[in-house]
């Protein structure tokens, strides 16, 4: 996780990418917790089965959409 709303994710295949989440918290109300509550943001976890990150139960990024959106560091 870096600053600024951005998850930085490296997949079991060695992929990285910076996952930028400011437009999911505009545009999709459970997300908007994450800019609310103080320190939400910081609380990401990855779930057991490795599909999604995720901060609560309203809360998840599915993988697949982080590492087909996310990008590539320079």
């Known amino acids: 996780m870096l600053d600024n709303d951005i998850l930085w994710v490296e997949f079991d295949d060695g992929h990285k990418v910076m996952y930028d ?8 109300p459970s997300f908007r917790p994450l800019r609310e509550v103080y320190g939400l943001f910081n609380q990401v976890q990855v779930d057991t089965s490795r599909t999604c990150v995720y901060w609560n139960d309203q809360i998840d ?5 982080i590492y087909e959106y996310g990008q590539t560091p320079q």
């Open 21 to 28: 989440v400011k437009d999911d918290i505009t545009t999709i």
């Open 61 to 65: 990024l599915a993988s697949n959409s």
